[in-house]
């Protein structure tokens, strides 16, 4: 055979190939679906599925496949994931992140490849900074550690100790709620931290306890909140009289309704609940509810829809085209409500903005949630304003 008939035939062999490549659009959704963060992998996972069953498998003429892989919140192994999901799969975005080593890790991966890579779980600051390609649907700590401390200051709370897990979001949290607690004339007693792998909370605990503030500011990944109250618990600190103000973190709906009356009045800054109080979330709880044999969504939750519905937001305005500049240009500015609220896409950043809800856990018909009682509105990531 000559040459150029072997190259027609291997070609053309190709085409349903090529052809099914460019009808279809994947996504590489990369999770911790085992090991300590499994709880956000399973949230984000449920959301993505429901975010499909209500909207379809198509969009602007496409289908839209998502290829789930569990990293257990090993960023060796997202790192790995994501080149393989490139290469391999072709895959034209890359999702999820339960952490932020695993959303920093794949940064390159994205500038490298121009895949835009849609942070759902992690929340340290400078993540959208790693790549033009970066854009969240989650969260900052930031964002609700800064109202928190003002919160704080207004409500006669004077000297504060907190207590972070030691990575990132913690470093942000313990920074963000401690400059503008100490701004608006309050006091940090001490700055105390906790390893983020299987962390002991007892020691720091005790250490909190002798400082005698009137509130201890606490920020543990999602999935961490349950072991904290046990054993804040256990060391009488609900009975101590010193204030636990937090994070929404660590009242995750995912663990609330196990936590006890402990917590109750606790006060939290965060960007949802599952008590939110919207015809759009009662719907959204309804039927996550439904799909996953009665569990409740948390906030990680609707960084995954949110996340998805970005994507398909995108399509819609590229016609289809999913190539990387494309779709991060048609990803800016985005604005829709979400179960959480409304919410946008910082067409400068990158980063969300949203509402930071004030919030105290109560127990509403035999169940604990966090019930909204104040609103800051369209917050935008206070570490990235600051820089301006
Ligand atoms: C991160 C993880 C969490 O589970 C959380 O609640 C907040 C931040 C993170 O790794 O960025």
């Known amino acids: 055979m000559l040459r150029r008939e072997i190259l027609t035939i291997a070609a053309l062999s190709l085409l349903p190939v090529v052809a099914f490549a460019q009808d279809t659009v994947k996504i590489g959704l990369i999770l911790p679906m085992t090991g300590q963060q499994a709880s956000t992998g399973k949230q984000i996972d449920a959301a993505v599925k429901l975010y499909q069953a209500q909207h379809g498998t198509t969009v602007a003429g496409k289908k839209v496949e998502v290829i789930l892989k569990d990293d257990t919140s090993v960023p060796d192994v997202t790192k790995r994931l994501a080149q393989e999901l490139v290469v391999n799969d072709k895959v034209a975005v890359l999702a999820g992140f339960g952490i932020t080593p695993s959303a920093m890790a794949t940064a390159p991966i994205a500038t490298q490849a121009k895949v835009p890579e849609v942070v759902m779980a992690a929340g340290t600051s400078s993540i959208t900074e790693a790549s033009p390609f970066v854009v969240r649907t989650s969260f900052t700590l930031a964002q609700s550690a800064v109202p928190m401390a003002e919160w704080a200051v207004k409500n006669g709370i004077k000297r ?48 909190a306890a002798d400082t005698k503030a009137d509130a201890l500011f606490v920020f543990v990944p999602s999935g961490a909140g349950a072991q904290f109250v046990k054993q804040f618990v256990e060391r009488g600190l609900d009975k ?149």
């Open 160 to 207: 504060v100790v907190t207590m972070v897990s030691d990575y990132g979001p913690g470093i942000d949290a313990e920074k963000s709620f401690s400059d503008r607690f100490k701004a608006e004339g309050g006091t940090i007693i001490e700055n105390l931290r906790v390893p983020m792998r299987a962390p002991d909370f007892a020691p720091v605990l005790q250490k």
């Open 240 to 388: 101590g009289g010193m204030k636990l103000i937090a994070t929404g973190d660590v009242t995750d709906d995912d663990q609330l309704a196990g936590m006890g009356d402990a917590v109750v009045g606790v006060i939290n800054a965060h960007n949802y609940s599952a008590n939110h109080d919207s015809a759009l979330n009662k719907s959204y709880v309804e039927a996550f509810r439904k799909a996953n044999g009665g569990l409740r969504p948390n906030f990680m939750s609707v960084g995954g829809y949110d996340g998805m519905h970005l994507i398909y937001e995108a399509l819609k305005k590229t016609g289809g085209d999913a190539s990387g500049d494309k779709l991060m240009a048609a990803m800016k500015g985005l604005a829709w409500e979400s179960p959480r609220g409304p919410i946008s896409i910082d067409p400068d950043t990158r980063d969300i903005v949203q509402n930071i809800y004030i919030r105290k856990v109560e127990k509403k018909d035999g169940e604990l949630y966090n019930v909204e009682f104040a609103t800051i509105p369209n917050v935008k990531d206070p570490v990235k304003a600051a820089k301006k």
